[in-house]
């Protein structure tokens, strides 16, 4: 049992270049707003929604591991190992790293809020309303939260052994109905990857490439010139005759 032959794993892997441009959009969203009188107790309130709640939630019931957010594998569908990476998840250092990426996401949204005006020429929208831009911004936060996670548990699975998860036992489907935070559509059904198919089927080498090296590497026999030594022979005889 491999968690490298899981391709959902290696899809959720994404967030390292989604995560970049949503707290991008983030800038640009909060870049044409005005701030109130009280930008300190906004920009809490919004951390306090869009990261905050959503990383308690994910301590109770983390993000499946099968689910993209918009699409997931149905329950039923899931295979043992499956069930196994989602059993695995409830690892203390990917969770702890959950918790660290939301705590670190108010600093940044404060960084982001108080030099967001700089980027007010660059972004599409025109003077929006504050708490309008805040309620967006708290759920790209929510976002960022649930990839950071996402990604940190990927990262976790992907660095097990093979013979890690063997172990493991895996969870149910009522178990993972109540203790996994699955969202999406489920309609999503991927073949495991065959991490063995390229030990097990080396190509032959080229015709070329053999005879280089059955002449070079290999002797060859050389027969000897027996019928020629007759014919001088029985030349010889005759003239002696």
């Given at each position: 049992m491999?968690?490298?032959?899981?391709?959902?794993?290696?899809?959720?892997?994404?967030?390292?270049?989604?995560?970049?441009?949503?707290?991008?959009?983030?800038?640009?969203l909060?870049?044409?707003?005005?701030?109130?009188?009280?930008?300190a107790?906004?920009?809490?309130?919004?951390?306090g929604?869009?990261?905050?709640?959503?990383a308690l939630l994910?301590?109770?019931r983390?993000?499946?591991c099968c689910?993209?957010?918009?699409?997931?594998?149905?329950l039923?569908?899931?295979?043992?190992?499956?069930?196994?990476l989602?059993?695995?998840?409830?690892a203390?250092?990917?969770?702890?790293?959950?918790?660290?990426?939301?705590?670190?996401?108010?600093?940044?949204?404060?960084?982001l809020d108080?030099?967001?005006a700089?980027a007010?020429?660059?972004?599409?929208?025109?003077n929006?309303n504050r708490?309008v831009?805040?309620?967006?911004?708290?759920?790209?936060?929510?976002?960022?939260l649930?990839?950071?996670?996402?990604l940190?548990?990927?990262?976790?699975l992907?660095?097990r052994?093979?013979?890690?998860?063997?172990?493991?036992?895996?969870?149910?489907s009522?178990?993972?109905?109540?203790e996994r935070?699955?969202?999406?559509?489920?309609?999503?059904?991927l073949?495991?990857?065959d991490?063995?198919?390229?030990t097990?089927e080396?190509p032959?080498?080229?015709?070329?490439a053999?005879?280089a090296?059955s002449a070079?590497g290999?002797?060859?026999?050389?027969?000897?010139?027996?019928g020629?030594?007759?014919?001088?022979?029985?030349?010889?005889?005759?003239?002696?005759?």
């Amino acid at each position: 049992m491999n968690p490298r032959s899981e391709p959902l794993l290696w899809l959720q892997l994404i967030a390292i270049g989604a995560i970049p441009l949503e707290l991008l959009a983030l800038v640009l969203l909060l870049a044409r707003a005005d701030p109130g009188p009280f930008p300190a107790l906004e920009r809490l309130l919004v951390w306090g929604l869009g990261a905050l709640a959503p990383a308690l939630l994910l301590w109770r019931r983390p993000a499946d591991c099968c689910s993209l957010l918009l699409v997931q594998v149905p329950l039923g569908a899931r295979s043992a190992s499956q069930r196994s990476l989602a059993a695995a998840q409830e690892a203390l250092p990917a969770r702890l790293l959950m918790v660290s990426g939301a705590a670190a996401l108010l600093p940044l949204l404060w960084t982001l809020d108080s030099h967001a005006a700089l980027a007010g020429a660059l972004s599409p929208l025109g003077n929006g309303n504050r708490l309008v831009s805040l309620l967006l911004a708290a759920l790209l936060l929510a976002l960022l939260l649930w990839q950071w996670q996402q990604l940190v548990q990927s990262f976790w699975l992907l660095s097990r052994p093979p013979g890690a998860l063997a172990g493991q036992p895996p969870l149910s489907s009522e178990r993972l109905a109540s203790e996994r935070l699955s969202l999406g559509i489920p309609l999503l059904l991927l073949e495991p990857l065959d991490l063995d198919r390229a030990t097990r089927e080396s190509p032959p080498a080229p015709p070329a490439a053999a005879a280089a090296r059955s002449a070079v590497g290999e002797p060859v026999a050389v027969e000897p010139e027996q019928g020629a030594a007759d014919e001088q022979g029985d030349d010889l005889d005759q003239e002696v005759g």
